[in-house]
């Protein structure tokens, strides 16, 4: 078990005020366990609680995800409020639709820093505590654009397949202080993901590239008829936390899995036209 069975549990979620993050909120307030919340948006966060779930055991943060000093101060307020940290949630994020030559140099620095800086801060400042006392539970939330990339989603996919990458690296590195940790990889969720307001757009969009057009348009339209539960969502990322053990990777969605599946067919092939060929740059053997 990597979280306690005698105890509540304290968890430090980040990116509670909308989608799945708030989902996260309810379902753990509601079991009863201790749970710090960051958000860029206290209030969004609060009102958005209001009438729904008992607050009591809520910290809520104002932390900017991108500035460590301030993350590392989060988590100390966490484990002095609650005399301790046991499951880390690296859920903030947002989504960029656009080719990759229309991303400028501030959208790429602003995605990545959320993406990619904002996770590497938290694992930074939870890290010690987590291996200190030899148990713990870290859940990085990817989405299947962590494992395959399609046209228009390079910027994101980037900042997901690098954290694919930190985080299967880590799971090795804590192992043998009894951390575990987990990828969630999610197909599209009935959130507000693919809404104007959490979904990012090139500022210069380019004639050259109408495909991509056409799929900004599409994702817009499908707003509000995503296939994927958010509330079962959580209580699957949950069930996994309290279960502890299973496979690294927590595929949500059968969007998610035909997605997966396609890419490690078309890698596998890849590999096998290549199985003759890949030691041709080798040094001879001696």
């Known amino acids: 078990m990597s979280i306690p069975t005698d105890r509540p549990a304290t968890w430090f979620v980040t990116g509670t005020s909308r ?4 989902e996260l909120v309810v379902q753990v307030l509601q079991r009863g366990d201790n749970l710090a919340a960051t958000t860029r948006t206290v209030e969004r966060l609060t009102t958005a609680l209001d009438g729904r779930v008992d607050t009591s055991k809520l910290l809520a943060l104002n932390v900017d995800l991108r500035d ?3 993350v590392g101060r989060a988590v100390e307020e966490t484990v002095s409020r609650f005399g301790g940290l046991d499951v880390v949630v690296n859920n903030a994020g947002y989504g960029y639709l656009g080719a990759v ?7 790429v620095r602003d995605m990545l820093d959320v993406q990619v800086v904002g996770v590497w801060n938290v694992l930074r400042a939870a890290l010690p505590v987590l291996r200190g006392q030899r148990s713990g539970h870290v859940v990085t939330v990817s989405s299947v654009l962590g494992l395959t990339a399609v046209p228009g989603w390079a910027l994101y996919c980037a900042g997901k397949f690098a954290v694919e990458g930190i985080s299967e690296a880590l799971a090795a590195e804590v192992a043998d202080f009894n951390v575990e940790v987990t990828i969630v990889e999610p197909g599209y969720l009935r959130t507000d993901f693919l809404t104007t307001d959490a979904l990012a757009l090139p500022a210069a969009p380019s004639d050259a590239y109408p495909a991509i057009r056409e799929m900004v348009h599409s994702h817009l339209e499908l707003q509000g008829n995503q296939l994927g539960d958010p509330v079962k969502a959580a209580e699957r990322m949950i069930e996994k936390v309290v279960a502890g053990g299973g496979p690294l990777r927590l595929v949500l969605g059968s969007d998610s899995h035909a997605y997966a599946t396609a890419k490690v067919e078309a890698l596998r092939a890849n590999l096998d036209a290549a199985r003759d060929t890949a030691a041709a740059t080798d040094h001879p053997r001696a």
């Open 19 to 22: 989608g799945l993050g708030l």
């Open 101 to 107: 030559e229309e991303a400028s140099p501030d959208d």
């Open 68 to 70: 460590s000093d301030a």
